[in-house]
């Protein structure tokens, strides 16, 4: 190609500059300046730029170093100070530089090789979760990262009772990462958090006691409490009755009396609550009618006492089959036809059940303890989405799932290589959810959409190829057999 033609192919397409050494489109100082405030990525289309270029184009967006070779001091600190993960690009950065840029984002401390302790104190003051880059951090580090995010103790490994007790201090919930956590650290943790307490295996009675002091709702996360636990729930708030499976009886009494129509129905000395033994089938009725949740005084379905009412209120509400006793098959079918969330009020449910309920949405699979093959199927058929509540699903599924949707590739941790070309084929946009890609991946995302090109870190030459053929100006241009993209030396 003769040097007219190299110079018309990069105005069509400034991509075409990658398969030259030579500035042809922007020649003097003054274009490239103009080049660069105008659009940043033009720095990679010009080589060897002068300081001046290189800081213009660093501080329009700092991952420009990368196209600058052996850029010094300055324009690394200017990169940095714009985006800190530009130091993924600067080999052997120094300490002022390496400060800048975990204060502009911790996360990049990642990227900085056996960084020293004032440059780890400095990344996990901003964030926590940047302890989770720095290998054996000491106890200063561990506890600084805790008091700026409880949840970064999940990244310490063996934290001892200073730092559990800082993380829980911070975010009660963090004990879920603690790992056998004593009485003191679990009562740190419910003082913070009361809802901290769904985290803790077995919690003795005082740890439950504090919970609900803090907040009755947090009942829904204790198994079996005992009658002092229910009942200090119910003084609080009545409605968490829901959440109490088996409620003692004088737990429900306390329950129908905080209910004001029900209270005023007991003032009937006929309404004596013996065992459901003196009051008769009329007075159940109307009292349930009131305070479905009295039904646990009871054995028998007094509301729906027969299959045909059993059915008509869940064709009614879905949510009516918490308060059947032992629904049949055809009950639990139509609760879930109505809503799939059903199956989570419906014990042990069967796999026709469960294919029922992720038929009808498929998020209902986050009630299913271990799903099986067919089950997590059909859910992602349902919703795509869905497959972020599945714990490494395998090959079929993750493709079910992205061919719905590519962007759904973000949720699936180490997608095959088959689902990631499925995902791109999909939408190319989705390879910025994947880190590394290959280039057959590059491929499919840039024929399926050009623009992702722009998430592609030094993509391989024939993917640039490809985007430049698939823009219909170079394109054009490249219909003419004299752009053969291989420049020879010329006296032009």
Known sequence: MKMKQWGKLPQAN???????????????????????????PTSMFIPNPGKDVQLEAVKQNGFAIQFIPNPDKDVQLEAVRQNGFAIQFIPSPDKDVQLEAVRQNSDVIQFIPNPGKEVQLEAVKQNGYAIQFISNPDKDVQLEAVKQNGYAIQFVSNPDKDVQIEAVKKNGEAIQFIPNPDKDVQLEAVRQDSWAIQYIPNPDKDVQLEAIRQDSWAIQFIPNPDKDVQIEAMKKDSRTIQYIPNP?????????????????????????????????KKQWK??????????????????????????????????TIRFIHNPDKDVQLEAVRRSGFAIQYIPNPSKEIQLEAVKQDGNAIQYIPNPDKDVQLEAVKRCGWAIQFIPNPDKDIQLKAVKQNGYIIQHIR????????????????????????????????????????????????????????SSPKTAHLLQDHSYDLIRKEENE
């Open 14 to 40: 400034p991509s075409a500059q990658l398969l030259i050494k030579n500035n042809i489109p922007y020649d003097t100082k003054e274009k490239q300046l103009e080049a660069i405030k105008r659009n940043w």
């Open 248 to 280: 003692d009886k004088e737990v429900v009494v306390l329950y129908l009396l905080f209910t004001p129509k029900a209270a005023q129905l007991l003032q009937d000395p006929s309404y004596d609550l013996g065992l459901g033994k003196k009051m008769n």
């Open 286 to 319: 109307k009292l349930l009618k009131i305070a479905p949740y009295a039904q646990s005084l009871v054995k028998d379905n007094i509301l729906y006492d027969t299959k045909e009412r059993q059915l008509r209120a869940a064709k009614r509400d879905w949510t």
């Open 414 to 469: 180490n997608p095959y290589k088959e689902t990631q070309l499925e995902a791109v084929k999909k939408d190319g946009l989705a390879i910025k959810f994947i880190p590394n890609p290959d280039k057959d991946v590059q491929m499919a995302a840039v024929r399926q959409n050009g623009e992702a090109i722009q998430f592609i870190p030094r993509p391989d030459k024939e993917v640039v190829m490809c985007h430049l053929l």
